[in-house]
Every structure is written in structure tokens, then in C-alpha cells.
């Protein structure tokens, strides 16, 4: 865990002052990076074409984003590059970016969870593994066999920022949960993408939901810290959760009076801000012909009086698992951006 406490808030915007509306989105922008993968294209410049609009169209005062990656320059540590491009000429250009951190201080080469804020920064927490320890386990199908439980480990830190808005403090946490690619497993795999037993993928799958569950209870966690200091606190969680609404990592941290069966916690259940927008167009992810709701934004009860409405921007997602689908032809994302609208006027 790294904290980082400022005395002195930074990050004030332009007319926000008096605030009013304001609008929260999260975004997997999908591994955003300037050197471009074998085969080179896309370009960053040929994603920056389709993705700036995105952003413009956001017209958000902050945004989670995920999968941000570093980009290195001489003489420097690792930063955040091709994000910065990607904010210039867009409402954002100016706005505070607080992103996830290695030991080091700089930031991860991959996959940094970003918070990019035009309010002003009281807090920074990363946490991974600080509430909630790795997973430990002793895999069935290995090759050669496990003689002892190992870590699996958990890849991706949680991010917590403390903004301050001009009527009070709004926690924002963002999260990007393990995917349901199974994990590698030793002797399981053939090749990168053919496993040599059904068991081995099948344990594979198993080991991924066990990190998924153990980040998802961590935030959790997080939000029941949060609320015990305050009861009051305004607290949202937005990220790609790498699951459905139905799933029990959502579930987990949503924290529903249904599944607890103590109505003494309805105060501190999490709400999906998803549910106002019309079932046809709840998708955030387009997957062997079908929408599937794996972006999400939870926010506490007492966010729901100054709730407004809500937007996927969705119109253009391609089927991300056809053959043809690679990123040459879809520099975009494959993810939509989720937009919620607050009044705090």
C-alpha cells in the first residue's frame, strides 16, 4: 500500500468553483501505449483519431481509466505519455492524473489504473494485498505437480482517490478486476491458446476467479473503511469488474440487503447506476454476438438524490471476439465509456 496525503489540495479547474453538474465516466481504453505491438498498426496517432472524440464526448469533470500504460523518455522515470496526448485539446487537457505506482515511485510499464480529475486531490491510497492477502493454493492439475499450496497471486492494486469537491469530500475507487482468461497453469497449455486437458483449463478458470474474488472483497473492504470513519461519505466504484451484474464480484461489493439479510446495512449498499439505462443498450462489451455489462459504476445510497441520468456510449463496439477483430482494423476500444450525471447545485 502507498498513501499519499496532500495538505494543500491540488488540481482546481476552471469553472468549477460554484459547481452544479458534474459527471463521473469510467473507461478501459484498452492497453494504451505508443510503440505499437507486432504487427506495428495501429499507430498511437491512429488510435488517438477515434479515441479523442471518445473523450470530447465524455464532457466528464473525472474519469477512471484503465489500462493506461508507461511510456519511457530519456533521463526520466516512467510516465504517462500517451494518456497526456490523448487528454490534449479535450476538456481534460489541464486535469490532475493520479495513477497507480510501482515501488519506484514512477509507474507501471502496463495496465495503470488512472484517475484523471479537474477537482482538487486530498488523498491517494493504492491497496494491494493490504486487506486482504493473496490467495493460497495447491493446483491439482500442475505438471509437474505442486508438492506444496503456492501464492497465486493478484496482478492488479486497487485505486483510491479522495477528491474534494466544493460541498465536501467524494471518494473514488477504481478498480479493474481479473479477467476470465484462465491462468496459465505448468504442463496445461499446448500453446498460448490451446490447452492439452479439459481439467487444466478448467482449474485455470478456477485460479482467475479465485484473484477476481479476492480484489473484489478488497474493495469491499475498502468502502466498509470508508464508511465506518464516515457514514456519510460519498463513496463511487467504477472500473472494469471483468463481470455481469448477476456475478458475485459485483454482487460482493455491492453488498446488497438480499444477500447480507441484515437490513442494518442497507445504509452502506453500493448502486449500480446501470439499472436506469434500458436493458437493450446495457452493455459496455460486444462478445460472441452478445452485449455483456463488464463496466461498471456502484455509488453510495446518498448520491442518489443528486443522481441524474446515465450514458454507455456503445453505438460503435465490435464483436471483439470474431477472427477478424484485431486492433488494425478497431483502434478503438473494446470497451464503451460509462457516463453518470450528478447535480450538486
Known sequence: MYRCRRDKPVGVAKGVVGMGTVRVA????ENLDET??????????????VLRPQIVRLRADIVCFQEIHGQERPGQPRGLHALTELLA???????????TKPDHDAVFNERNLVVATLFPVADVEQIHNDLVAEPVYRRLTANPVD????????????????????DGPLHIINVHLKSKIPTDIPG????????????????????????RMAQAVEVRLIVDRILDADPNARVIVAGDFNATPDEIP???????????GN???????????????PEPARYTLYHQGRGQMLDHMLISRNLLAHYRGSEIHNEILHDESAAFADDRKYPESDHAPVVATFDFG
Open 26 to 29: 469510467t473507461f478501459n481504453v
Open 36 to 49: 505499437p505491438p507486432a504487427p506495428a498498426p495501429p499507430t498511437l496517432a491512429e488510435r488517438l483519431a
Open 89 to 99: 485539446g479535450t476538456n481534460l487537457e489541464k486535469a490532475t492524473l493520479v495513477s
Open 147 to 166: 508438492t506444496a499450496p503456492i501464492s497465486i497471486g493478484v496482478e492488479r492494486p486497487v485505486l483510491h482517490v479522495r477528491l474534494t469537491l466544493p
Open 188 to 211: 496445461q497449455k499446448i500453446d498460448n491458446f490451446t490447452w492439452r486437458t479439459a481439467g487444466g483449463w478448467a482449474e485455470g478458470s478456477f485460479i482467475s476467479s479465485m484473484k
Open 250 to 260: 459485483v454482487l460482493a461489493i455491492r453488498g446488497q440487503v438480499e444477500d447480507t
Open 263 to 277: 437490513p442494518a446495512l442497507g445504509q452502506r449498499v453500493l448502486v449500480p447506476i446501470e439499472h436506469t439505462i
